[in-house]
């Protein structure tokens, strides 16, 4: 089965959904590394061929027939990068880890992503969750702040405030808008990145990238699942060159400071 064959990823049927995971299984495993009896290998591709049919089950009823699409006009939106690099508009590190819209293993999935937020706040919640979820833990057990400073170190970052000026771009940031286009909700919020890594399957959600990006739309506007109440942007680069917004002011970071930790 060629690459062309699955160019835009939508599927009409249960018969092409079979056709393509079919086709997927057959790719070789690039990273797992545990060793499973023959019978542990046999339950581990039954699962693997179940979960992928799931993802793929979700985008079925997928259609851009009628979209909702806007524009973004001297829209203020914030990014954080780690402070060593050159370009925070570069998207050249995008395919170094698969990201909500982003699945890194193959080819036809590789997308060249950059995200922003609509708000610092925004942006700490989608870069620094897990960290906050293990300070959260660390102030219930009534861990120090010592404990706390030795524990949560963090590289520099600087905050780039950006003005966008964009076309072209997808809203999903409400359940009317995603349902329209056939969305279910689990693909815009799907959080079982390690799970399906574990499988080395994409989820549904960076499945709808690739299929978003090949339709052309320049980018995503989306509700942050980590702050329900703001919304992201992804941008496509293979849609869009390379991006050249307006910089509106650019600061240090200390993530300490979010956590309380300086004090």
């Known amino acids: 089965m060629s690459e062309q064959e699955y160019s835009d990823f939508l599927f009409d049927s249960?018969?092409?959904?079979?056709a393509y995971a079919k086709w997927f299984l057959r790719l070789p495993l690039e990273t797992l590394e545990d060793e499973f009896t023959p019978e542990g290998w046999r339950k581990f591709y039954a699962r693997?061929?179940?979960?992928?049919?799931?993802?793929?089950?979700?985008?079925?009823?997928?259609?851009?027939?009628?979209?909702?699409?806007?524009?973004?006009?001297?829209?203020?939106?914030?990014?954080?990068?780690?402070?060593?690099y050159k370009n925070p508009l570069s998207m050249d590190g995008a395919l170094s880890k698969s990201s909500r819209f982003n699945y890194k293993n193959i080819q036809q999935m590789q997308n060249r992503v950059i995200y922003f937020g609509q708000d610092k706040q925004c942006c700490?919640?989608?870069?620094?969750?897990?960290?906050?979820?293990?300070y959260n833990y660390a102030s219930i057990i009534g861990r120090?702040?010592?404990?706390?400073?030795?524990?949560?170190?963090?590289?520099?970052?600087?905050?780039?405030?950006?003005?966008?000026?964009?076309?072209?771009?997808?809203?999903?940031?409400t359940e009317l808008n995603y349902k329209a286009l056939g969305i279910p909700d689990r693909v815009?919020?799907?959080?079982?990145?390690?799970?399906?890594n574990e499988f080395e399957i994409p989820t549904s959600g960076?499945?709808?990238?690739?299929?978003?990006?090949?339709?052309?739309?320049?980018?995503?506007?989306?509700?942050?699942?980590?702050?329900?109440a703001s919304s992201n942007l992804v941008i496509f680069e293979e849609n869009?060159?390379?991006?050249?917004?307006r910089l509106i002011s650019e600061s240090d970071l200390d993530p300490t400071h979010f956590f309380n930790l300086t004090q």
């Open 14 to 18: 249960e018969f092409e959904i079979e």
């Open 48 to 84: 693997r061929e179940l979960r992928l049919k799931a993802e793929l089950d979700d985008l079925i009823h997928v259609s851009f027939e009628l979209p909702h699409v806007c524009s973004l006009k001297k829209k203020t939106l914030f990014k954080f990068a780690k402070k060593f």
């Open 124 to 134: 700490f919640g989608e870069l620094f969750h897990l960290d906050i979820q293990k």
């Open 144 to 173: 120090s702040a010592e404990d706390g400073r030795y524990e949560f170190k963090f590289p520099p970052y600087k905050i780039y405030e950006y003005e966008v000026d964009l076309d072209n771009i997808l809203i999903l940031t």
């Open 188 to 196: 815009v919020k799907n959080e079982w990145f390690s799970f399906n």
């Open 206 to 228: 960076q499945i709808l990238g690739t299929m978003v990006r090949n339709k052309g739309y320049k980018g995503i506007l989306y509700t942050s699942v980590r702050t329900q």
């Open 240 to 245: 869009t060159g390379p991006l050249s917004f």
